[in-house]
């Protein structure tokens, strides 16, 4: 009789190749953070759920549902100064998961963003220099895809998770730190 040997291990190795490429993390949560605040003398860590009217805000503002209710807001100081927010905001792609750092300076508009882990298939994640046309984007009717907002070929779903991210994002620093200050307010 002859061995099975040689068929299994051709078959663990088809199997090996077949299977769908693993999960990337390309950053820590500590390393995010650093990234996204080098100069900053702290970052305060605040853990909040929110209601049912902050959660019917926050979903109204940013036109996009929230995946839970429970944020963290982080705030760094630097000279008894605020330097920025920033949420890490972990949203279903397609079928799975994503972990993108939303960083917002003081003048509510988005600052940085980085894709800190992906899961669906790597050809689906967006470029650093698509992130890049979020930046400098405060929450409004521009902040939208196939206005000034361009969609990524072929990875629609990735595009408008992001972008749905970002929108959440600056609708939850509204309702946990207050409305963005008029010009000329401190």
Do not use: N
């Amino acid at each position: 009789m002859p061995s099975r040997r040689p068929l299994a291990a051709a078959l663990a190795l088809a199997l090996a190749f077949a299977a769908p490429a693993a999960a990337k993390v390309f950053y820590s949560q500590e390393e995010a953070l650093e990234l996204a605040f080098p100069d900053a003398d702290r970052v305060d860590k605040r853990s909040e759920v929110l209601d049912d009217a902050q959660a019917a805000r926050v979903e109204a503002r940013a036109g996009a549902p929230l995946p839970s209710r429970l944020v963290r807001l982080y705030t760094a100081w630097k000279d008894g100064a605020v330097l920025g927010w920033a949420f890490i905001d972990v949203h279903t792609v397609r079928t799975h998961p994503e972990a993108l750092l939303v960083v917002i300076g003081p003048d509510r508009r988005v600052r940085m963003l980085r894709t800190l882990a992906f899961y669906e298939p790597e050809e689906y994640l967006p470029s650093a220099r698509w992130l890049r046309q979020l930046e400098g984007r405060a929450l409004d009717e521009d902040l939208r895809l196939g206005g000034e907002l361009h969609g990524i070929a072929g990875a629609t779903l990735s595009s408008r998770a992001v972008t749905d991210a970002v929108r959440r994002s600056l609708a939850l620093l509204e309702v946990l730190a207050g409305p963005r200050p008029a010009a000329g307010e401190p």
